[in-house]
Structures are given as C-alpha cells and as structure tokens.
C-alpha cells in the first residue's frame, strides 16, 4: 500500500514539473532572460530596458511565522532556488487610449523548507518537505502567486509516552512520537522589496497530508507569513 501511494505521488508531482516546464517553453512573442539580463519594465512607458538578472540560477532564504491549523504556533526556514524563468512582453489599450502593461514573468523554483510547531497539551510537530515551485511575477508592480507540490516527512513528539513491556514493567519512551510521509501542496501571493537584505514578503498556505495515520490520511492546514532575503542586496529592477 505505502509503494503504490508513494509511486502515484511520485508521479503527480512529475507530472507537475512537466506542465511547469511546458509554461516556460519561449513560444514566438516571449523571450527567455539570459543568466546576465533581466527585463525593466518603466512605469512610463512600455519599452524594455536590459539589466542584471537577479533571479536566474539565485538562491534566497526564507524565515516563516507557521500557524498549524491558523493557532498552534512554529517556524518555518526555507531556501529557493530559481531553476528557470521567462519574461512574456504583453501590453493593451484600453477604450481612452491608455496602455497598460501585462508584462509577467515565469519561474521554476526548487526549494527546501525545515520547521517545527507546537500544538499545546498535545505534542511538538516537526517537518521537512521538498517542492518545486511555479512563481508567476506581475512586474508592474512586482508582486507575484505561486504554487508547489513536493514530497515531505512529518515527525511527532510527545512530552510523555509509556510503553508496557511483556512482563507488565512500565517505562517511558524517550522522544515518543511516529513519522509520516507527508506530501504538501503550497499556494500563495507575495511582493519583491527593493530595500536592503528583506527581499519578500510572501503569504502562503499549505496543505500537509500525513499519510497511513491510523490505516488513513489526514490533512493538516497551514498558514504562514514568510520574509525572504537576499544577502546580496540586489534589487529586482531598477527605481
């Protein structure tokens, strides 16, 4: 049972990557960034400026407030990693006469998330999981949405747990508690900073499901309120 969930997940989240991959691929009116050449969209007026890539083959780091089920408390670090991008030029006229800019841009991110939360009167949850991530970027105003899916374990502690042995001795367990694999799925908003190390601010919820729980699947909702940074300070366009 736990190799046919594990190779029917397996092949969802290939089957995701090659739909990510496939929204990336240039058709004739898009333009891929090159690993030194980014795209500047100003705000009055819809020509593109070349400037330094600071996405392409970049690698930012998160740190999360991870409410568990929106009152347990915990935190959450990640690192990203952006695998891909691609910039679609698009502008319209509205009926006045006024162009607006649609310029977005596509990202295939890899990233790894480690974390903990407490759920009072119960237990300590703690988690690792792993997702490859599809981030589409508005970049008028450089905010974005994404959405992921990757494999992941969950681990429970709880503070006291017994175990009876054959011979009627009861004894406590240390670090009492069982592993889950735990597959998530992630989607949420956010907007690029231009000040300093804080590179975003990101709002995200994921739904962790925790696999053979009782001979069943349980899901866990999680919100969480993540700053990203980026240590070399660059900006994402220029102001």
């Known amino acids: ?39 500047h969209l100003s705000k009055k007026e819809t020509t593109i400026n070349n400037t330094k890539s600071v996405f392409y083959n970049s690698i930012t780091y998160s740190l999360s407030y991870y ?5 347990n408390p915990g935190i959450n670090a990640g690192i990203s990693f952006v695998l891909r991008e691609r ?6 006229t509205k009926k006045n006469g006024k162009k607006v800019d649609q310029s977005k841009m596509k990202q295939l991110l890899a990233s790894a998330d480690i974390g903990f939360f407490w759920q009072p009167e119960s237990h300590i949850g703690a988690f690792n999981y792993y997702e490859i991530t599809l981030r589409t970027i508005r970049l008028k105003n450089n905010s974005y949405s994404i959405i992921g899916l990757g494999p992941g374990i969950y681990r429970s502690f709880y503070p006291e747990t017994y175990e009876v042995e054959d011979n009627g001795n009861i004894n406590r367990v240390a670090l009492g508690g069982r592993t889950y694999f735990a597959p998530v799925i992630s989607f949420g908003t956010g907007r690029f900073k231009n000040h300093g190390i804080l590179h975003s601010l990101s709002f995200i919820t994921n739904l962790m499901f925790l696999f053979d729980y009782n001979s069943g699947i349980v899901p866990l909702l999680n919100l969480e309120i993540a700053f990203g940074f980026d ?9």
């Open 87 to 92: 910039t679609k030029i698009k502008s319209r």
């Open 67 to 71: 409410g568990n089920n929106l009152v």
């Open 1 to 39: 049972m736990k190799i046919r969930i594990l190779f029917i997940f397996f092949s969802v989240l290939s089957t995701f990557t090659l739909k990510a991959q496939d929204c990336l691929k240039a058709p004739q009116y898009t333009s891929f960034i090159k690993t030194d050449t980014s795209y």
């Open 231 to 239: 240590f070399k300070k660059q900006k994402i366009h220029n102001e």
